[in-house]
């Protein structure tokens, strides 16, 4: 089976930095704690757990002793500055262009400029976005873009993960609603790149496997954008999955099988799919061995 990896695929810069920031406080002999998934991938998660980097799901669960990272999605503002207040060392590795984004939302704030997101209300992003201004409105499809009031000026910012044609949509429905839209397309370049490259690889061959966290945003977005391409495309979280009924189905007639992953999917991940799909033999049974076995069992 011939295997092509789309040319953009796996970390991105932020989470590069974040496990390294990680490993380096590490290497000091620091005790550390992530408050939430450092990033949406359970494999890094797991690997962290095992160097014994655990993750924890609310700020009273911190021990104040451990250094407590912030995670790559950030925390809302109120919930950094009781942290501090109550005297943690923490180490924030919240992405720099989910920073930025932050920072826009801030001016926008400061300007009295409505604002609206783009993106999963629910997502740990979003939440600490949301955060950055007193009321914000979160978009997440074009019948609440629509619903959005008329006003003279809207401020608008995107989840670094969104899908870029799918926020085009959405601001050609907010231009309608305001008088002037001041957009700031704060999808980062990383999901831009792969968004691109799964475009360019998914009608070049016969199936796609999407690679990472199935409750990751950016790898969700690659699977629903490669299927628009290829409809047969599945996604899988790593390597484990491998051995699933419905990824041999899809994989059996195959010639030329592509590979896409997420910005939080590791290089290891996708090697290990990449070596298993080289090596592909479909587990075929031909006639002859089912009447074969028909006769043994009388």
Same mark, same amino acid.
């Given at each position: 089976?011939?295997?092509?990896?789309?040319?953009?695929?796996?970390?991105?810069?932020?989470?590069?930095?974040?496990?390294?920031?990680?490993?380096?406080?590490?290497?000091? /002999?620091?005790?550390?704690?992530?408050? /939430?998934?450092?990033? $949406?991938?359970?494999?890094?998660?797991?690997?962290?757990?095992? &160097?014994?980097? #655990?993750?924890?799901? =609310?700020?009273?669960?911190?021990?104040? %002793?451990?250094?407590?990272?912030?995670?790559? $999605? /950030?925390?809302?503002?109120?919930?950094? *500055?009781?942290?501090?207040? @109550?005297?943690?060392?923490?180490?924030?590795?919240?992405?720099?262009?989910?920073?930025?984004? $932050?920072?826009?939302?801030?001016?926008?704030? %400061?300007?009295?400029?409505?604002?609206?997101?783009?993106?999963?209300?629910? $997502?740990? *992003?979003?939440?600490?976005?949301?955060?950055?201004?007193?009321?914000?409105?979160?978009?997440?499809?074009?019948?609440? #873009?629509?619903?959005?009031? !008329?006003?003279?000026?809207? /401020?608008?910012?995107?989840?670094?993960?969104?899908?870029?044609?799918?926020?085009?949509?959405? @601001?050609?429905?907010?231009?309608?609603?305001?008088?002037?839209?001041?957009?700031? +397309?704060?999808?980062? *370049?990383?999901?831009?790149?792969?968004?691109? !490259?799964?475009?360019?690889?998914?009608?070049?061959?016969?199936?796609?496997?999407?690679?990472?966290?199935?409750?990751?945003?950016?790898?969700?977005?690659?699977?629903?954008? !490669?299927?628009?391409? +290829?409809?047969?495309?599945?996604?899988? +979280?790593?390597?484990? =999955?491998?051995? %699933?009924?419905?990824?041999?189905?899809?994989?059996?007639?195959?010639?030329?099988?592509?590979?896409?992953?997420?910005?939080?999917?590791?290089?290891?991940?996708?090697?290990?799919?990449? +070596?298993?799909?080289?090596?592909?033999?479909? &587990?075929?049974?031909?006639?002859?061995?089912?009447?074969?076995?028909?006769?043994?069992?009388?």
């Amino acid at each position: 089976m011939i295997v092509r990896i789309a040319d953009q695929a796996g970390f991105c810069f932020g989470v590069k930095r974040a496990l390294e920031l990680i490993h380096g406080l590490r290497n000091e /002999g620091r005790d550390i704690q992530v408050l /939430g998934e450092l990033i $949406h991938n359970q494999s890094v998660l797991s690997d962290l757990t095992r &160097k014994g980097v #655990a993750c924890i799901q =609310d700020r009273f669960e911190a021990d104040p %002793k451990k250094t407590l990272v912030i995670r790559t $999605h /950030g925390i809302p503002a109120d919930e950094e *500055e009781k942290l501090r207040q @109550e005297g943690f060392q923490l180490l924030d590795v919240t992405c720099p262009l989910v920073k930025k984004t $932050h920072c826009i939302i801030e001016r926008f704030e %400061k300007d009295g400029i409505p604002v609206v997101i783009v993106g999963d209300r629910n $997502h740990p *992003e979003i939440i600490a976005a949301s955060s950055y201004a007193t009321d914000p409105i979160i978009v997440n499809s074009l019948e609440e #873009a629509r619903a959005v009031p !008329a006003m003279p000026v809207m /401020g608008v910012v995107a989840q670094t993960t969104l899908d870029l044609d799918f926020f085009g949509e959405i @601001e050609a429905v907010l231009a309608e609603r305001a008088d002037h839209l001041e957009v700031h +397309n704060t999808v980062c *370049e990383a999901t831009r790149e792969r968004q691109e !490259a799964v475009r360019r690889l998914a009608p070049q061959v016969d199936c796609v496997v999407v690679v990472g966290g199935h409750n990751s945003s950016n790898t969700k977005k690659l699977a629903h954008i !490669a299927r628009r391409h +290829n409809p047969r495309t599945i996604h899988i +979280n790593g390597s484990l =999955d491998l051995d %699933k009924p419905e990824l041999q189905r899809l994989i059996r007639d195959c010639r030329i099988v592509g590979i896409a992953a997420g910005a939080s999917t590791p290089p290891e991940e996708i090697e290990r799919v990449r +070596n298993y799909l080289s090596e592909y033999s479909p &587990k075929t049974e031909t006639r002859l061995d089912i009447d074969q076995r028909r006769m043994q069992n009388g």
